[in-house]
């Protein structure tokens, strides 16, 4: 079997659904089947693509309704899609995130084999929200009309696809290579007088980063042997570096973008990670990141990570806009050992599930029942 995965973002650049679809492919090709990637070339690669990823178009910038930069497809030569589809003679088309403008609509409207879709992301409450997709609407038919299978990495992705078309949704959740994050051990801070705080992710309004600085703050006046180290670039990251200055609050580090090796090293380090994410997240990878190297978190209480941080999890979730309680939350899991012994114990067993392998698995199933179907 000839498996074709469609990304519609920079796959060089980090994010749920590049890694994602980078770890779904090694996967399958662990097992044998051939596997290519096609993505838009992004604006910073002038060369080939590498082996088994194929440019299709190029990529540009744009902003999300919910103030997320992303670089997707946004041009195609007329006979490019045509060109790459007749040459590879795909057996089955996954192609992730197909709304986002415009590479998956392209790749849909003109495949000739079975396509399997999955939907990672939502979009918040909002009026802007409400009027694009009455604009989309209209758009999504044609897409919806040509795909095989539908699966959503979470159940409220899940909802948000069901409401819009009355289709059959399988939900197959994001996953982590548990091989990767199994080498590197978290020591904590047991040999430092410091106790580290983690975060990393985008520095944009709706991560909810600011709260979690006026959370430490509140925190810190209690006890001054915490640290907050923030990992991570975006649109907000000067505007929180100068409240950070301005309130004169001690002992808080911004790293700025980090590597995947520096990511893995800092939560090797960390003796708490928190997320505080108020919407537009449909799943959390970065939790499972944290479980893996097994670090005690704190989430936002948004719909997505309520979806992910189930059972004893649900210690992690918090609203991080109550700012008491949040500085709370925070002391609790950083200090209590026998609450985080408890934590420990549920995630390093809970986090197994997400293993790619068994992720692959569930698609696989699919593959073979459309393959059954022909």
């Known amino acids: 079997m000839k498996i074709g995965i469609v990304c519609p973002y920079d796959i060089f650049r980090g994010g749920g659904v590049q890694e994602h679809v ?36 190029n ?38 995130e197909p709304e986002v403008p415009f590479m998956g609509a392209q790749v849909i409207s003109k495949a000739r084999c079975p396509i399997v879709a999955t939907f990672h992301a ?47 949704v399988s939900i197959i959740p994001n996953g982590i290579n548990l091989d990767k994050y199994s080498k590197v051990k978290n020591s904590g801070s047991s040999s430092r007088k410091t106790k580290n705080i983690l975060y990393v992710g985008r520095l ?78 449909s799943f959390g990878i970065v939790l499972l990141e944290a479980m893996a190297m097994g670090v005690v978190t704190v989430a936002g209480n948004n719909e997505g990570y309520k979806g992910v941080m189930q059972d004893t999890g649900q210690l992690s979730i918090v609203d991080p806009t109550r700012i008491s309680e949040f500085a709370d939350r925070l002391g609790y899991l950083l200090n209590d ?10 995630s390093s067993e809970y986090v197994k599930q997400f293993d790619y392998k068994f992720v692959v698995d569930k698609y696989l199933e699919l593959y073979n029942k459309i393959a059954s179907q022909k």
């Open 122 to 168: 939502i979009h918040p409450d909002t009026p802007m929200s409400w009027t694009i997709e009455a604009f989309r609407i209209p758009y999504s038919r044609s897409i919806f009309s040509n795909l095989t299978e539908i699966t959503a990495v979470s159940e409220v992705a899940a909802d948000f696809v069901r409401e819009r078309t009355g289709r059959r």
């Open 59 to 96: 990529s540009a910038k744009v902003k999300t309704p919910i103030k997320t930069t992303l670089e997707l497809g946004a041009s195609f030569g007329r006979d490019t899609i045509d060109e790459i589809l007749l040459n590879e003679n795909f057996d089955i088309l996954h192609v992730h």
């Open 337 to 346: 050992e026998a609450v985080r012994r408890l934590w420990l114990d549920w």
């Open 204 to 281: 944009e309004k709706r991560k909810g980063v600011k709260y979690l600085i006026r959370a430490f703050a509140k925190l810190s006046e209690k006890d001054d042997k915490v640290k907050l180290v923030i990992a991570g670039d975006g649109s907000d990251r000067e505007k929180l570096e100068d409240w950070v200055k301005h309130k004169n609050i001690k002992r808080v580090e911004f790293l700025g973008f980090v590597t995947d090796k520096q990511k893995l090293a800092l939560f090797a380090k960390a003796d708490l990670f928190c997320s505080p994410a108020l919407y537009g997240e």
């Open 22 to 57: 980078l770890a779904q492919a090694e996967e399958l090709r662990k097992r044998g089947y051939v596997v290519k990637i096609l993505t838009p070339r992004p604006l910073s690669v002038k060369t080939i693509a590498p082996k088994d990823v194929i440019f299709a178009g």
